[in-house]
């Protein structure tokens, strides 16, 4: 009985350490005349003193918040207590007489920590950027093969004093489409770029006519300028999550001058959206 004691103060210990925690244990005072109750956040699924003469009891068989310590006279011990969650409490545990306090609800803020492995969150995080990081070099990669294509739609091109917005080619590839756009600045002015929104634009249909947008967020943007000097002319990409349109939706194309009122607006059919390159 006592080699099984020991195991279990190593393995409190043990735990206690892993949990790094720096701050000062709480003590529990308990007597063998009173139940002391301790109510924790989460279910307890383990409870574990590291002396005989302390004895915590709590439902093994239905997880339930609370549980009864119990104490003997003799040496100071400790107590750690899993919750459903993993979280890890730890106390110091001693004997007294005289009690001035019976129950203690134990708030989360009061865990040590989890025993859950930081290392395996630190192995989701790593994986998690190596994919984000992935994605975006795929993304500068098939924009730059876009831009060197030169595959043209045709039709998509809009103009306000001087400047001029040209879609050149949508295409679709794995789950994403690619807007292939192209402005140029004939005028007498650099062209400072507010924003270039890309949105689905709704024709409600009926007596009452009326045009709901959607903004959609673009997930990846490639040469995006801020500014486009005096005949010179830019192109970039905006990647966008897969969608598809019904006949009553088109996709419209909004750009913004900044400090200026040389704003463009172009509409895409559904056709062109739908039937990418």
């Known amino acids: 009985m006592k080699k099984y004691i020991n195991i279990l103060t190593l393995i409190i210990v043990s735990v206690s350490m892993n949990a790094q925690t720096t701050n000062i244990l709480d003590t529990i005072y308990a007597n063998d ?27 093994r068989e239905k997880e339930q918040y609370f549980g009864l310590l119990q104490a003997k006279q003799g040496k100071e011990s400790n107590l750690l207590v899993i919750n459903r969650n993993g979280a890890i409490f730890s106390y110091i545990v001693r004997y007294k007489a005289l009690l001035s306090k ?42 730059s093969y876009l831009l060197d294509r030169r595959q043209y739609l045709g039709r998509y091109t809009r ?78 990409i905006y990647v966008m999550p897969k969608f598809s349109l019904s006949n009553d939706r088109r996709v419209v194309l909004e750009l913004n001058e900044k400090d200026g009122e040389r704003n463009i607006e172009m509409k895409v059919s559904h056709k062109y959206i739908n039937n990418p390159n």
Do not use: W
């Open 33 to 59: 005349t009173k139940n002391v109750a301790l109510f924790f956040p989460e279910p307890i699924r383990q409870g574990i003193t590291g002396s005989e003469n302390f004895v915590f009891t709590y439902n």
């Open 102 to 143: 019976l129950n203690y609800f134990i708030p989360m803020t009061s865990s040590i920590g989890n025993e859950k492995p930081k290392v395996k969150d630190s192995i989701q995080t790593e994986t998690f950027e190596k994919k984000i990081d992935n994605s975006t070099y795929y993304y500068q990669k098939f924009c």
């Open 159 to 236: 103009r306000n004093s001087g400047v001029i917005m040209r879609l050149e080619n949508i295409v679709f590839d794995k789950e994403e489409l690619y807007f292939v756009i192209q402005i140029r600045n004939n005028s007498t002015l650099d062209y400072d770029l507010n924003f270039l929104n890309l949105s689905v634009e709704t024709r409600q249909k009926g007596k009452k006519k009326s045009l709901q947008r959607l903004y959609i967020e673009p997930i990846f943007k490639h040469h995006l300028p801020s500014k486009i000097v005096v005949n010179e002319t830019v192109r970039f």
